[in-house]
């Protein structure tokens, strides 16, 4: 039988002859018989595995001290021709101070600044009083990039689609981070006393920029209190004119307060914050300033 070809469907009958494991030694012979099937079906390919798609990274939003830029790398900064008054030791800056074009610094009462004093060719400093110390120094240079970069973060932010919108903000508030970029709306004003807080809550991806059309005022203990953001991932825009930014009572702050056209007082407590203004910048009964940026 063998080189002989069958047709589908043909039996076929013969002998085998069954040796052992040395191919010689017989066992016995036996008579077989088979039937040749008729259109076997081929044998199917196996499927290739596919191959899963990967689950794309989300892309985090740009934290704000990059896009700050130059003017991130203060504790409080003064554009605009502006006043910066620091008095009533032992007022501490744990960071650097800048002061922008035409301005005017005057700096008193025995506080001290860790940081450098970055000032504009054509600034004015006044420091008086015994132990009132700039441990970096003053550098003078031009501040009009610095001052650019502020303003220019300013109208970013402001034209931001808000992911959520409060009239205003007067009571004790939680607002809880999406894992990205939060702009938040208050077309109002924020005013928190007696002890209400304003708690952001996120992760190290949330970034939060709160656009408030009129002013924030924070006494009577109340304060912003940050769960599981830094303060670098947090800013408060004050676009255009309008009420001042007013922190008294030994209120806390956090994040980074941006008012190029308003005026800023702050009197006492502790603030994990970058101060910017472009009118009046006041810092009274003995307030610590920690840069967030670095």
């Not at 099937?37 to 499927?47: E, K, M, T, W």
């Amino acid at each position: 039988m063998l080189g002989e070809n069958f047709p589908p469907g043909a039996t076929v009958s013969g002998t085998a002859t069954l040796f052992g494991n040395n191919g010689q030694t017989q066992f016995n012979t036996v008579p077989i018989t088979f039937t040749l099937l008729n259109n076997c079906p081929p044998i199917p390919s196996p499927s290739p595995t596919p191959t899963p798609t990967p689950t794309p990274t989300p892309t985090p939003p740009p934290s704000i001290c990059n896009a700050l830029g130059s003017a991130s790398g203060f504790a409080v900064l003064g554009i605009q021709g502006f006043v910066i008054n620091l008095s009533s030791g032992p007022l501490r800056i744990n960071g650097n101070v800048g002061i922008g074009q035409n301005g005017n610094f005057n700096f008193s009462g025995g506080g001290q600044v860790s940081g450098a004093l970055d000032a504009d060719n054509t600034a004015q400093i006044n420091i008086s009083g015994g132990g009132t110390t700039v441990a970096g120094g003053i550098v003078r240079m031009s501040m009009s990039s610095i001052q650019l970069a502020a303003l220019a973060e300013s109208n970013a932010a402001a034209s931001l689609t808000p992911t959520q919108t409060f009239n205003q903000i007067v009571s004790g508030q939680t607002i809880v981070g999406n894992g990205g970029q939060n702009v938040i709306r208050v077309t109002q004003l924020i005013h928190l006393s007696g002890g209400n807080n304003l708690v952001i809550s996120g992760g190290p991806s949330d970034t939060f920029i709160f656009n408030v059309t009129q002013g924030l005022q924070l006494d009577g203990g109340s304060n912003i209190v940050l769960q599981g953001v830094p303060p670098s991932n947090i800013l408060f825009n004050f676009p255009g004119s309008g009420d001042q930014i007013q922190i008294s009572g030994n209120a806390q702050t956090a994040g980074i307060y941006l008012a190029p056209n308003r005026v800023i007082q702050v009197n006492g407590g502790s603030h994990n914050s970058e101060f910017i203004s472009g009118r009046t910048l006041s810092f009274q009964s003995n307030p610590v300033v920690n840069q967030p940026c670095p």
